[in-house]
């Protein structure tokens, strides 16, 4: 088939002349208008060649709707996908939530008893962890768009393995601050985010629920990585500990392959158009138009707000159990609480979501952080190892309502073009409160000799965040009836439009009519 610009080019003599008098009959049809860098799109006009060709081309790129996104085949493949994202979040997760373990461990091996900072120091390496896993997302999020899933998340995890691997020849505590805290969180965070936007492919209504099964994955290690994690350390020490903690990574290399898209990204786009890649504009690669969406605006800024004392409970929780229990207890059972629940409340959750109208998913995320403040300020309180128990488990339980329903939150409030952005920024805003909350947590402990203060202050902001996110639904139906009744304005003044053009028309063909008739 010839190129379109070829079939609209005027005939020559052979043919009816370009600038031949139209014979009488009815006007012409209405030019195709161009957009996106002049191609025609189909739809604008009703009859000629222009129309023709644009039909015969749907999937042109410029044309808005015309190539549209397919739909998710709700299972198939989709299912190994989930199986291989879901092992992508407990290697990933189920390691940085048992970092109490290997905090406990590092205070033996690391520190001396003439050091005043010695927690506030050590806290800095899980917590820089964590925090680097969500401060990368923005960028994660660029690279998915440019070269798709399964080459963000491979490479990721080869970058995590190496991270973890090297983390188990250092000496010193320092640095860890690089090999655990930047190269191996780095890895983690470029595997992880394309774990959430593939499955986006796959499903769309059944997402909740498949969010909630692969989320539920980081559950599963977090129950039984601190107990084969304390047997390890034990019998072959911490940095053989590190060792076998590779194993995990190898195997999420492998599972990033099965990350098959079925949305061509960026970089397929602009090969395909043109037989070779060139980088998008600035605009499309950083896309913060997504911020111009007053509800994601809240959201994105609320979930921070909330979560400087989130991270918390997990980095400190094992030595404040010493402190006041002494070696009696086994500490290790309140990450088996915290796991478990995590695990039930995102299948449970995640299911309830998808029952959830539109942007009212968040009221889920509200009731989750009022819990989960509340929980945190009950732990100082717990003179009894059952009663940390019983905070550890209803902690759990919201803490998976609360992960599960992240994305298909993302989903309602930016649209499925724009949620692999928006997942990004929301994750790097969150690195900010995620790291600076364990190390203030540890230096109140080195300066006060107790962690009740710093706990009674980690439930603070979760109450603050879910007072905010209580407005965002409201919020976000008002933008949606102002979007409404601004496309009803633009179909009365394109009316409008059309009866002026069509009396205008009328007026100006009498006089040539009764011309016509004079000779």
């Known amino acids: 088939m010839a190129p379109v610009s070829e079939q609209l080019e005027p005939q020559g003599a052979e043919g009816d002349p370009a600038g031949a008098t139209p014979l009488p009959g009815p006007p012409a049809a209405e030019e195709p208008r161009r957009e996106n860098g002049g191609e025609w799109c189909p739809g604008s006009g009703e009859s000629g060649a222009q129309p023709q060709a644009a039909a015969e081309a749907p999937g042109s790129p410029g044309c808005p709707g015309s190539a549209a996104a397919p739909e998710p085949p709700e299972g198939g493949w989709g299912w190994v996908v989930m ?26 091996l690391f520190g001396s008893s003439e050091d005043k900072q010695l927690v506030f120091k050590t806290a800095w390496v899980s917590s820089l962890s964590m925090g680097m896993v969500f401060f990368c997302s923005p960028i994660v999020s660029i690279f998915t768009d440019l070269f798709g899933c399964r080459k963000v998340a491979v490479i990721g995890a080869a970058v ?6 090297s983390s188990s020849f250092v000496s010193t505590i320092e640095p860890l601050y690089f090999t655990y805290g930047i190269l191996f969180a780095c890895g983690c965070s470029f595997a992880y985010q394309p774990s959430l936007v593939i499955l986006g492919h796959y499903f769309k209504k059944r997402l909740g629920l498949v969010n ?12 039984s990585l601190p107990f084969l994690l304390r047997v390890l350390i034990d019998s072959v020490d911490l940095y053989n500990t590190l060792r076998v903690l590779c194993i995990l990574m190898f195997v999420l290399f492998l599972a990033g392959f099965t990350y098959k898209p079925l949305v061509p990204n960026t970089k397929e786009k602009e090969g ?19 911020f111009k969406v007053l509800s994601y605006r809240m959201w994105a ?3 921070p707000a909330a979560l400087f004392g989130y991270f918390v409970p997990y980095v400190h929780l094992m030595n404040h159990v010493k402190d006041r229990f002494g070696d009696s207890v086994p500490e290790e059972v309140l990450l088996l609480c915290l796991g478990i629940t995590s695990g039930v409340g995102r ?8 029952y959830i109208p539109g942007a009212k998913k968040i009221y889920l995320q509200v009731a989750s952080f009022f819990f989960i403040g509340l929980m945190s300020m009950m732990i100082p309180l717990c003179n009894v190892f059952g009663a940390l128990v019983a905070v550890c488990l209803f902690m759990g339980l919201f803490d998976g309502c609360f992960i599960c329903i992240m994305a298909p939150i993302a989903f309602e409030l930016v649209g499925a073009q724009d949620v692999s952005q928006a997942i990004g920024f929301l994750l ?7 790291t600076v909350g364990p190390p203030i947590a540890g230096l109140l402990r080195d300066k006060l000799g107790t962690y ?33 009744a601004k496309a009803v304005d633009g179909e009365t003044t394109e009316k409008m439009l059309e009866n002026e053009s069509t009396l205008v028309s009328d007026t100006t063909e009498k006089p040539v009519k009764e011309t016509d008739s004079g000779f």
């Open 452 to 484: 009740d203060v710093a706990f009674y202050l980690a439930g603070v902001p979760p109450l603050i965040g879910g007072v905010i996110l209580c407005f965002i639904p409201w919020v976000h139906e008002r933008q949606k009836l102002k979007e409404r």
């Open 160 to 165: 995590g393995l190496v991270g973890l691997l």
């Open 272 to 290: 395909g158009k043109k037989g070779k890649f060139k980088l998008p504009p600035a605009k499309k690669i950083c896309n913060f138009s997504v």
């Open 301 to 303: 800024f609320g979930i």
């Open 347 to 354: 299948l449970i959750f995640g299911r309830v979501a998808d």
């Open 212 to 223: 909630g099964i692969v989320t539920a994955g980081s559950s599963l290690f977090t129950v």
């Open 83 to 108: 199986l291989a994202a879901m092992w992508c979040n407990g290697a990933v997760f189920g390691i940085q939530n048992s970092c109490g373990v290997l905090f406990v461990s590092m205070l033996r």
């Open 428 to 434: 790097g805003l969150m690195s900010v409160p995620m």
